[in-house]
T-cell receptor
Framework: GQQLNQSPQSMFIQEGEDVSMNCTSSSIFNTWLWYKQDPGEGPVLLIALYKAGELTSNGRLTAQFGITRKDSFLNISASIPSDVGIYFCAGRTSGTYKYIFGTGTRLKVLA | DGGITQSPKYLFRKEGQNVTLSCEQNLNHDAMYWYRQDPGQGLRLIYYSQIVNDFQKGDIAEGYSVSREKKESFPLTVTSAQKNPTAFYLC???????????FGEGSRLTVL
């Protein structure tokens, strides 16, 4: 099945640093979702995007719906140790209820 | 997420046995989904259902079966035909209008 290309696959950063990750698709999406997953738990929805160019924030997190509708970006500012986890993007095309997921970005924050 | 209950959280089974994972929701959402997650990998869609008594195969439906007799319930049966069933299984829901997809806490199945 189709999966989104998500990068980077993993990253180690120092506490206080900003983090950026992105997802790209060969298909045009009308919805982009960003999740965080802790070990052994279900993914938790962080941000939902519905319009090309849309920029949405949730605390220290900011996500953008790419203008081409084939990509999306997530930024985390001033990272803290509890930001550790796996971040997933997901996209959905118009007229379908089927979401496609990225392969995840594993984030580790060094105190 | 609140309103989505998956059970059991951990399940062990012997090879050749069928096992059913439960997913119940009280948020009145129309669409329900089952995903499979393997270590270090993303989520792969097994089955999804938009309305009662109707469901569609996802990308990896072989060896699995589902039913949607009630709006609030979408159980997944992992059959003996599934050759590599050990995985983390996630149930999710969404509304027909809203774009958000909400997940349960997951069920970890281990085949001994």
């Amino acid at each position: 099945g189709q999966q989104l290309n998500q990068s980077p696959q993993s990253m180690f950063i120092q506490e206080g640093e900003d983090v950026s990750m992105n997802c790209t698709s060969s298909s045009i999406f009308n919805t982009w979702l960003w999740y965080k997953q802790d070990p052994g738990e279900g993914p938790v929805l962080l941000i939902a995007l519905y319009k090309a160019g849309e920029l949405t924030s949730n605390g220290r997190l900011t996500a953008q719906f790419g203008i081409t509708r084939k990509d999306s970006f997530l930024n985390i500012s001033a990272s803290i140790p509890s930001d550790v986890g796996i971040y997933f993007c997901a996209g959905r095309t118009s007229g379908t209820y089927k979401y496609i997921f990225g392969t995840g970005t594993r984030l580790k924050v060094l105190a | 997420d609140g309103g989505i209950t998956q059970s059991p959280k951990y399940l062990f089974r012997k090879e050749g046995q069928n096992v059913t994972l439960s997913c119940e929701q009280n948020l009145n959402h129309d669409a329900m989904y089952w995903y499979r997650q393997d270590p270090g990998q993303g989520l792969r869609l097994i089955y999804y259902s938009q309305i009662v008594n109707d469901f569609q195969k996802g990308d990896i439906a072989e060896g699995y079966s589902v039913s949607r007799e009630k709006k609030e319930s979408f159980p997944l049966t992992v059959t003996s035909a599934q050759k590599n069933p050990t995985a983390f299984y996630l149930c999710a829901i969404s509304g027909l209008d809203a774009g958000e997809l909400f997940f349960g806490e997951g069920s970890r199945l281990t085949v001994l």
